[in-house]
């Protein structure tokens, strides 16, 4: 292969970098073969699953008005924006190079392919940045607090602030392709190649910024995030249940109900916050007494307070620690391989980690709708919902057919 389809930047900038030598599909190796039907396999199901399961996810926030409803999640539809439009443009895109072995479109084509891949194939870590930062508002601040903070508002800006991002990578993309001289080994009919495929400073530059300074910043956060949740935690477990349950003996051996007099609704309401005792007048005595709130005497508020500490908390946590966990498998090897092993070991290059770390970060936006599947309730019972629809009518048109 050339040392053209040995180096790529925050796209991979082409789509002929999965076959060594040219593009006449598997070798008579069998290792070749193997490797072929591999790498078939890998890029249809990511095809597959990021077009289906993001275009579910969005379907399903379009169904789910309380999905909507938290400014928050807004970020999360953005991010399934994105998949999709990776799972339909870039991996379908290169599929179809890969099937056919030639690019039919030109440089005109090429040009507008490796645009739209820099616009939207870095946008994905960003949005998990920004992710990870509301996760570390919602403990690092009280929640009213944090409601005011992440407003519709500052969400929607964040995500135009992520495009604008991307947007400057593509346009630098642009111009130093008019300023790059015309390269006569690269044949726009047998596949896309950005000619800044060479331009080591570049592609250093892009790795740094899109997916490197974002990641560190995730990783940050995330371990922030972590260590104020575990404080949090711990509060709520200390002020809670166990001051309930002295609270409920104390009323208990007095045989006294706590009076309500004095609690507005809110007051009575509010169980999402630690129990705190009522100022209680006494009529018969000068004295002020201390009682509990009312909602501390039935065990269901005990179990809602439960239930709200893991959607407020728990639930966010494992949402943002699958993402993650996704980011650092997909993007990191292939910053890795351009930050170090193309930069200071240009002869420990290989087409072939080339292909497998350019197929990972394809295969990031098929993983994300699976996890949303497994840590968003409301977004897996739609899931169920529909697919048990979908499986009922295909039986049922798979007998009519059977019985014509």
């Not at 602030?161 to 044949?187: G, K």
């Not at 650092?328 to 170090?340: D, Q, T």
């Not at 949303?372 to 739609?382: E, K």
Request: charge should be positive; aromatic fraction near 10%; proline fraction near 5%.
């Amino acid at each position: 292969m050339s040392h053209h389809t040995e180096m790529a930047g925050i796209v991979g900038n082409s789509t002929g970098g999965f076959e060594d030598g040219g593009h006449e599909g598997p070798g008579d190796n069998q290792d070749d073969v193997t490797n072929y039907v591999v790498k078939y396999v890998m890029l249809a199901f990511s095809a597959f699953v990021a077009v289906f399961g993001n275009g579910a996810t969005i379907v399903a926030f379009l169904y789910d008005r309380g999905l909507r409803e938290k400014p928050s999640n807004m970020l999360i539809l953005a991010l399934s924006c994105s998949d999709l439009c990776v799972g339909l443009i870039i991996t379908s895109g290169t599929l179809g190079t890969f099937l056919s072995s030639n690019w039919s479109l030109g440089e005109i084509g090429c040009r507008i392919f490796v645009s739209i891949g820099n616009l939207i194939v870095p946008l994905g870590p960003l949005l998990v940045a920004a992710i990870c930062f509301d996760r570390y508002l919602l403990v690092s601040r009280d929640y009213p607090r944090y409601l005011a903070i992440q407003t519709r508002r500052s969400v929607n800006l964040t995500i135009a602030l992520c495009w604008l991002l991307t947007a400057v990578l593509c346009v630098t993309e642009n111009i130093l392709w008019n300023l790059s001289p015309a390269d006569p080994d690269i044949d726009y009919t047998m596949y896309c190649l950005s000619p800044n495929t060479n331009n080591l400073q570049y592609n250093q530059f892009s790795n740094i910024v899109y997916v490197l300074i974002p990641f560190t910043f995730v990783t940050g956060c995330s371990v922030r995030f972590l260590v104020l949740l575990r404080k949090k935690l711990r509060g709520h477990r200390r002020v809670g249940p166990r001051t309930i349950s002295a609270r409920v003996r104390w009323t208990l051996a007095t045989r006294q109900h706590p009076s309500t007099e004095f609690l507005s609704q809110m007051s009575v309401g509010k169980i999402n916050e630690p129990s705190t005792l009522i100022a209680r007048r006494d009529d018969t005595s000068s004295e002020t007494r201390l009682s509990p709130p009312f909602h501390a005497f039935d065990s269901p508020d005990v179990d809602t307070r439960s239930q709200l500490l893991r959607s407020r908390y728990i639930r966010p946590t494992i949402t943002v620690i699958c993402l993650v966990a996704a980011l650092a498998v997909c993007y990191l090897p292939y910053c890795i391989y351009f930050l170090f092993i193309v930069s200071f070991c240009p002869t420990c290059s290989s087409p072939t980690l080339f292909s497998t770390f350019h197929l990972l970060r394809l295969f990031n936006s098929c993983l994300d709708p699976i996890l949303y599947a497994a840590t968003q309730r409301r977004i897996r019972a739609f899931y169920g919902k529909h697919l048990r629809r979908i499986g009922r009518l295909t039986r049922s048109a798979i007998r009519q057919r059977f019985q014509t």
